[in-house]
């Protein structure tokens, strides 16, 4: 077997060596060869220059190149390696594609060979009919090619741009286009593609490459450019600036002749209403209605415009407690993006559905919304690691509680890292940290359990969401309460108690804070033995839980209650809470309430 693990390479390095490089980065590099290793071992027994014991873990030391080199000239003819040193520009590459950019025709029985030049190319994952080369030799031709003065690096990245972009593979278009010194003919592709329409087309992770390829001279130069540079920024957490550059594209005064406009007016709006989600602002019951009327003027067949509203209305109504209208608004996003083929967004819409039924109580309903929208994910956007995240963040609530503490633990810890650095909806950050605290207090303590509220508090603090705060400071109730710390979660108690009362604090409170942080003094209070002040926090939870449907909170307040209740000597109430939990709960598999 050519491939070997990290751990059996550093066991056959003294520890001393092995302690001097980075042995997962070596293995990533040459991916475990043994003949590589033998040589890496050798090397690192004598004494290397700190420039040589560089060029070793990077996979560039003249040793490795010289072997994987001698190694595929006695395995391909001269025509043959000349084609493969120019696709050492690729990270990928089919036989069309090489021939393109070499001009010269592969032989047939040169094209079924590649299969056999293993490991020195492998069959892409990714594609069907697709190669990659080791990464050691693609670095060594990629030498070979930079020292060849006929080579012409930018012509070459510019034919394969071109190929691309007639192929419809965006982001390698643009990639190449970029590294060849031709940003006029990346801009042209990004805005040829749909421009800021490409978040929603091929996601947040794509977008942010391509924007990251080109400079700024060149974004600041087109208005499109300048509002996807806006997105990237937004969902990287810099919001504000992102607010700023919009303002500016406003005042520039592109809007004002909209015949003639390089951004399309209903474009502008759906940007708009990103940034005020991503600042959870203007969220209220103007920013609905307008929505609402934009909607009735569209026709069904503008799919496209009708997506996205429906997804600002979808936020704003589960941000408002309007559960029902949140889920038709779901429903509608999700049928217009499946006509619209667009897989990035129909996952958004499966993971709205997923939460918003998880508020209602539909527990196997949203599980089944979020198994759906993983699925969706990791067959046509299985590189975006943000997605995937955002999938495993919906779908934590219920695995917790099913009692799959480990599993919700793994996924959110795996999840935080893309999630902080890529999302910018506070409903996501709160499912984030909110199970994750309590999954770490069930298996690690509270140490764990508090370094997950403290991360909270510092993503609040860096995109200045204050609803973030207020999140994480009835957290620190929860937690503390669970953990016998009464004197520190009464003390919070005390201050968020006078700034839900405070005129100032009003839209940062919204339905869900009121009903965790009732929640989390009610426990307070019964662990203090203060059930009948519990009990008024609980009743209060379940009134507004059943008015507005969110068999969520019934169903946690009912639990709750069944204890309150009892140890306040209301031993029949109690009962009637236990028996009203079950039926609720035994339908869904739901155990960790209990």
Sequence with gaps: KPYMKAGHFSA???GQL????????????TRGWPALVQ??????????????????VAGEHRSLHAYVGETLSGMVSPSLHRILRISAILDEFSPELAEHLSGTKMEQADIHSLDDFY???????????????HPVLRKCLAAELAADPQAAEARLRSDAALWFTERGLLEKAVSHAAQGGNFSLAAHTIRQAGGVNLFIRAGHTVLEALIGDLPASVIHESPSLMLCHVLVLAKR????????????????????????????????????????????????????????????????????????????????YTRMGNLELARRSALKGLACYREEKTVYAEVFMLVHLGLVNTLAGNFSAALTFCREAQERARSAEWKDSNLD?????????????????????????????????????????????????????????????????????????????PRLKIVADIMRIDVFSRSGLI???????????????????????TWREENDFRMARARLHTVQGRCAEAMVDLEAVMASSRANGSGYYVL????????????????????EYLQAAIARARSHEVTQFF
């Design 556 to 575: 946690a307040a009912e639990v709750l209650a069944t204890r309150a209740a009892w140890e306040d000597g209301r031993h029949n109430q109690s009962l």
């Design 39 to 56: 040589i890496a071992r050798d090397l690192l027994a004598a004494p290397m220059t700190a420039e040589d014991r560089r060029a070793l």
């Design 119 to 133: 490991p020195l190319i492998e069959k892409s994952g990714a594609r069907p009919g697709w190669y990659c080369l």
């Design 12 to 14: 056959k390095i003294p």
């Design 487 to 509: 004197e520190s979660a009464t003390a919070i108690v005390d201050r968020l108690t006078c700034s839900i009362d405070n005129a100032a604090a009003e839209g940062l409170w």
């Design 237 to 316: 957490g810099d919001v504000q600036t992102a607010r700023e550059r919009l303002d500016t594209v406003k005042a520039s005064g592109v809007l004002d002749n909209e015949e003639s406009s390089p951004v399309d007016r209903f474009t502008f709006e759906h940007i708009d209403g990103m940034i005020d989600i991503y600042e959870d602002l203007r969220l209220d019951d103007a920013a609905v209605r307008r929505l609402e009327a934009m909607a009735a003027r569209l026709p069904p067949q503008s799919t496209w415009d009708l997506g996205w509203i429906y997804n600002h209305l979808c936020i704003a």
């Design 18 to 29: 092995s302690a001097e490089i980075n042995i997962e980065d070596f293995v990533g590099i």
């Design 389 to 465: 995240a955002i999938c495993r963040v919906a779908a934590a609530e219920i695995h917790y509680q099913h009692g799959e503490i480990g599993l919700v633990e793994r996924n959110l810890s795996e999840a935080m890292k893309p999630i902080v650095r890529g999302e910018g909806w506070v409903e996501i950050f709160s499912r984030l940290f909110w199970n994750l605290a309590r999954s770490r207090l069930r298996l690690s303590g509270l140490d764990l359990a508090t370094a997950a509220i403290d991360k909270a508090e510092e993503v609040s603090v860096e995109r200045a969401l």
